[in-house]
């Protein structure tokens, strides 16, 4: 074991001691402890990511398409800010760029390292937004614990899809805080907590539009928790109103200017509908196959969340059946459980089964644990289900700790049969059942950890320094480019711009464009034609064979003079200068330059 692995499990063993802390503490687990138990553990936690993740996180080059094609899509929006005329994001929505420009402003070029930092943030958001989360749903004492399957995997997976920055990883981590904001609304409304809710909820659909339904669930769920208050009916209509133009400020910003610079007809056609037509033709996954035969290590993630929620729905039922079935617990349960469904319908709708989906589903597995696991540890709400009569006879016994005057009184005598609650036996149990729950904890983090540890076994590549990926065509381009010069690519060889920092051409970053239907009512060959006439750009390179989908063959990708208008513009504007087969099953990749 190298060093580096040795100090991640370390790390990680420390990890798992604070979330068994809780636990295994004696006596009132307070406010104050909690604080300090939970900011020892979220420290470790941004210690552990990036020393678990150093290999992915320096290594330069590409992990997954996807990570180069929103990376150039950011290098085109410095060039124009607008959405949908500059970048055409499928399913995946403007703010999934946005955030990554914050390295240009700190004087980053956008490369991988900055796109994994962002995703690094984005883990690091996911977990702790879920951590809070299960603290106002199963507790203080469980809600690190519960966070620690979830932990596990995103510090140690060897999963690529979760290792390079995806669409998926900003709105799991918003969809996180806004279950946070909603628990928190259940105990005091706020107005300035509802209309940050109904913010976060509005931004979800331009993060990734299969979240859509999750936020019009999660804006719906906050409006509900505002009516279902004691408060007055004023104080309502003010956190309703409140909430209702926190989820129109986002849309208003982004579409407001996409309407007045007429790009809305854009907006309708590349991201409602072209998310909408977005489906597998062909083999469609089961949500069997995509949960547990995709990716070894989410496997176990999820078989140790079942086994855990089992043991949880067990214990809940043979201790205190009454509180489980609660009209408030079985409704916060409803609210979860529809959280999953919707999440889960909207990843396996397009049929696809991509893993880097699974992120999404990360968070709202976790919070259904939490919720069978809610009641186990409830101490400041105890009492509450004493009988009034026996709370009275305990006085001050129960309620604080007992004065000298109280020890001296005679204990009270009750003629029913609820009064042999002893608080002492109720501690007591309390206390077996920590040790138990802990020691079930570790043996499954353990089994967990196992199969980590067997998948590192398997990869021992990743053990070892990842390198640097070497582009020859990228190394050439930037010999001859010049700054301002932009780049158009036929195929989905994004990485391309990634390497040679020069911006796309066209709103399409990457993509191997279908050429039927033809151009006359083929609304994307139309808007890439446009584009890449009036952008004229420095350089131009057919990389259609550089990158198919599972189940094409090479060669099965239509070469750009398949689009004949197309093919006409370029070989009357450009010259080609070169070409080169990155691999000898694939069709040379041909590099055209602008007389």
Known sequence: MDLRLSLAVSLWLLLLAVALFPILKKGDFTSRLWKNTVTTFLVLLAVALPVWRVRSLLYNGEINVDESQILAQALKYLSDPMPWRSV???????????????????????????????????????????????????????????????TTLLLSTLNLDFLHFSSEQFPSALCAWIVYLIARQRKRTSRTRAYLLGFLTGALPFTKLQVAPAGV??????????????????????NTLAQILGGLTVPILILAPVAAAGVWPDFMEFYIQSGLRYSNSGHRISAVDFLFKGVPDFSAFIMVLIAASVGALFLQLARRPSRFFSPTNLSLGAGVLSLFGVMLYGILRAGFGFPHYLMLLIGPSTLVFGW???????????????????????????????????????????????????????????????????FVA??????????????????????????????????????IAKPGDSLCIWGWYAKLHVFTQLRPATRFAAGNLEVDPPLEINPTLRAFLSDVQTSKPAFFVDASDEFTFP????????????????????QSEYTLIGSTQTHPSRRPVLIYKRR
């Open 372 to 438: 069978l696991a809610s009641n186990l540890f409830n101490e400041q709400s105890l009492l509450n289900t004493v009988p009034s009569e026996i709370q009275a006879s305990l006085g001050e016994f129960v309620l604080t700790a007992p004065s000298k005057k109280a020890k001296q009184a005679p204990p009270a005598t009750h003629t029913n049969s609820s009064a042999s609650f002893d608080p002492h036996s109720e501690a007591s149990r309390d206390k077996r059942l920590g040790f138990g729950i802990a």
């Open 442 to 479: 570790v043996f499954l983090c353990l089994f967990q950890a196992r199969s980590t540890f067997a998948i590192y076994s398997q990869n021992k590549h990743f053990l070892a320094s990842w390198g640097q990926e070497t582009n020859p065509i990228a190394d050439a381009l930037k010999q």
């Open 217 to 238: 669930l999660l804006f719906i769920f906050g409006i509900i928790i505002i009516w279902a208050t004691k408060d007055t009916t004023l104080s309502k209509n003010r």
């Open 88 to 150: 055409v994001g499928g399913s995946s929505g403007p703010l999934n760029t946005w955030v990554l420009l914050w390295a240009p402003l700190l004087g980053l070029k956008l490369g991988y390292l900055a796109a994994r930092i962002t995703g690094l943030f984005c883990t690091f958001a996911l977990l702790s937004g879920t951590i809070f989360s299960l603290s106002e749903i199963a507790g203080t004492r469980l809600a690190l614990l519960a966070a620690m399957p979830a």
């Open 551 to 570: 189940g094409s063959s090479p060669g099965s990708q239509p070469r750009y003079h398949t689009f004949p208008e197309f093919s006409r513009w370029i």
